[in-house]
């Protein structure tokens, strides 16, 4: 007998589940592409490029219900086109057969649902240089970081999530037996059952930066979970999803499931059916990842949901001293380089002390911190392939360059923005990026989440005053990490401290980004085990045990009463 997917990635699974219950970090779609990719199904980039130029142009198929028209909200920040057209399909239909669906999905069980998302993220990993393409051409990220955000890496932090909600859903008791006392004190057998509940209907409002990235996980959290799940693109990137959704739909109606379990909903900007949909009282989970105003219009306005909205905040570094001066500015400066969009995975904000800082090549000013940032990206971008390489391309380049404009008006400029030419595609706008230094003093500039390559040098009085204001800003406002060098073991046990109790992930002289899909081990989305738990609720049975059987015939009669 041919084995069935589960049978297939039964061992991929269970290796990832032990892995993280020993603090593992496994890749093992990056692993096995690292080794060859033919090999591991994936399509050449010649094949992808095919495909991709294939869709271009034409109605993008999915067959779902509740359709009224076409739409098309994308275009390439490369100039490539013309723009695919995807369904406008009415919500309160796509609830409906959402719901409609859902209870088959919740009786096929964890590891049903575990063994076919795999599958279908197998199915994606075969398509990881289309989706790249999808991804570089809608948001304007560079090829090869697309390639990190929709490839293996990204492939790699959905089998976690899908991993996780696995464990967790197996961790939930079938059978429950114990022994409670009764009125009079005597003991008496129970028996029970543990059912695992799914919340209910998941809306995924997609991120316009990253959207598979920070997409996948909450996806497949919640299909494994048991919750079907209405996909949102950001208008401005729909194309990577709408590949996820047509895949998934293909694996899960394969397998005898409605595939109205996934579903895209794309509309029209002015429609607003993220918003629409998020307080539709059918759904009960909303993931976002993305700029703070929309996370808090979520938190104010889903109070029917349970609210995943991971904000991109103040990713904030303190430098306190280092014995490697060069490594931490090439650090900073590449940093400074890989934010092109509104969702930003590098740092904001620099905290510096005012008097300086001791390294391996002598003491270092603020001021002499700011010159050799800018030349070090300067460095980087002297070169028009160096350009091509780290800069992404500008979407909605209008309001950035505002943004950009307005922070410039704030200190003095240690390294001023501009237009730069891609060699390949000269109608992209690609903007270098900003330095400009601050006062501890001008937290108003400061705790505000920026768009666009902007990053600030802010001068504190010491180090205990910067760790004061990442524990204040970044409690306040939110982070996805925060990063502290050092080579005192007090600063950096204090730095622990202030990163507990500001809620943000700590990262200890590395240049590592751990919400960048450039980490070799990123964070997924979402504070800990109720990313997982959340989704589902627990809900028990109890009743009389049956009276243990008695030999004989009475014995027979009992086992079948039981029966």
Do not use: K
């Not at 895209?264 to 002015?270: D, I, Q, R, T, Y």
């Not at 979520?298 to 349970?306: F, K, M, T, Y």
């Not at 990262?507 to 989305?525: F, G, I, M």
Request: one cysteine or more.
């Amino acid at each position: 007998m041919r084995p069935g997917p589960y049978e297939r990635h039964r061992e991929l699974l269970h290796g990832m589940v032990g892995a993280l219950a020993a603090g593992e970090c496994r890749r093992p779609f990056t692993e096995a592409t690292g080794q060859d990719a033919a090999d591991a199904g994936m399509r050449s980039t010649r094949t992808a490029g095919r495909v991709f130029h294939s869709l271009l142009g034409r109605p993008f198929e999915l067959g779902q219900p509740g359709e009224s028209g076409r739409v098309c909200t994308e275009s390439s920040p490369y100039g490539v086109g013309p723009a695919v057209s995807y369904p406008r399909c009415e919500p309160a239909e796509l609830v409906s057969a959402a719901g409609r669906a859902a209870a088959d999905w919740r009786a096929a069980g964890p590891g049903r649902r575990a063994e076919l998302a795999v599958e279908i993220l197998r199915l994606l990993n075969t398509r990881s240089h289309e989706l790249a393409l999808a991804v570089h051409h809608t948001t304007g990220q560079t090829l090869s970081s697309a390639f990190r955000a929709a490839g293996p890496r990204a492939q790699d932090r959905a089998l976690e999530a899908v991993a996780r909600a696995f464990a967790e859903s197996e961790r939930v008791p079938a059978d429950l037996r114990w022994e409670g006392a009764v009125r009079g004190g005597r003991p008496r057998a129970l028996r029970g059952t543990c059912t695992l509940v799914p919340r209910g209907l998941s809306l995924l409002v997609g991120c316009p930066d990253f959207p598979l990235w920070n997409g996948w996980p909450g996806l497949f959290a919640s299909l494994v979970t048991g919750n079907p799940v209405i996909v949102a693109p950001h208008p401005r990137a729909v194309l990577p999803l709408a590949i996820t959704v047509r895949v998934a739909r293909q694996v899960l109606a394969q397998a005898g499931h409605s595939p109205d379990l996934v579903t895209l909903a794309v509309a029209e900007p002015e429609r607003r059916v993220h918003r629409r949909l998020a307080t539709d009282p059918a759904v009960r989970i909303v993931d976002f990842t993305g700029c703070g105003r929309f996370a808090d219009w979520l938190q104010r306005h889903a109070r029917q949901a349970v609210v995943f909205a991971d904000r991109t905040g103040l990713n904030t570094v303190l430098v306190d001293s280092t014995d490697d001066y060069r490594g931490l500015v090439r650090g900073l400066a590449l940093a400074a380089c890989l934010c092109p969009g509104t969702v930003r995975t590098t740092p904001q904000n620099i905290l510096v002390p005012e008097g300086g800082f001791a390294t391996d090549e002598g003491h270092r000013t603020l001021r002499d911190l700011g010159a050799d940032l800018g030349d070090a990206v300067d460095r980087l971008l002297g070169h028009p392939a160096g350009v091509a390489r780290l800069l992404g391309a500008s979407c909605g380049a209008t309001g950035v360059r505002a943004a950009l404009a307005e922070a410039a008006r704030h200190g003095p400029v240690l390294h001023s923005t501009g237009v730069l030419t891609h060699p390949d595609h000269p109608g992209a706008e690609l903007l270098g990026p900003l330095l400009v230094r601050l006062r501890a003093s001008d937290e108003r500039v400061y705790t505000r989440e920026w768009p666009g390559p902007v990053t600030f040098l802010v001068g504190t009085e010491s180090a205990s005053h910067g760790l004061d204001l990442l524990r204040r800003t970044v409690g306040r406002h939110g982070a996805r990490y925060a990063s502290v060098h050092s080579t005192d073991p007090l600063v950096l046990a204090a730095a622990e401290t202030a990163a507990l109790e500001a809620g943000v992930h700590l990262v200890e002289n590395l240049d590592d980004l751990p919400a960048d899909p450039s980490s070799p081990c990123a964070e997924l989305p979402g504070s800990g085990a109720d990313f997982i738990t959340g989704r589902f609720r627990v809900v028990r049975a109890r009743r009389p045990a049956a009276p243990a059987a008695a030999p004989g015939r009475l014995g027979v009669a009992a086992e079948l009463v039981d029966v």
